[in-house]
């Protein structure tokens, strides 16, 4: 018989898409919204397509917080902000 060698193969399965999308989400919400927050939702998109779910719906749930916190992002879909207006002062 010849002699055969046993060969273990090691698979590391990393999560950067999710990592991405969750950091990227989380710094669209508090600054450059209108950058950030698209980056985020694709990344999240692609890492549940990796069946990174937890990761991806995490990373998306950030991104639509960072959109719905952004006034630009608002203004450019159409959706009116809220005002709050007492003695002639914008708050």
């Known amino acids: ?3 055969k060698e046993t060969k273990i193969i090691i698979k590391e399965q990393t999560q950067i ?16 919204s209108i950058l950030f927050s ?3 939702f694709i990344l999240g998109v692609l890492a549940i397509s990796k069946k ?3 990761a ?10 960072g959109v719905l916190t952004s006034p ?3 203004a ?6 809220i005002t709050y207006i007492r003695h002639g002062i914008y708050l």
């Open 1 to 3: 018989m010849a002699d």
């Open 17 to 32: 898409y999710g990592v991405l999308s969750i950091i990227f989400g989380f710094i669209g919400i508090f600054i450059f």
């Open 38 to 40: 698209p980056i985020a």
């Open 52 to 54: 990174e779910y937890v």
């Open 56 to 65: 991806g719906f995490v990373g998306i749930v950030f991104s639509i917080i």
């Open 72 to 74: 630009i992002l608002m």
């Open 76 to 81: 450019l879909i159409n959706l009116p902000t």
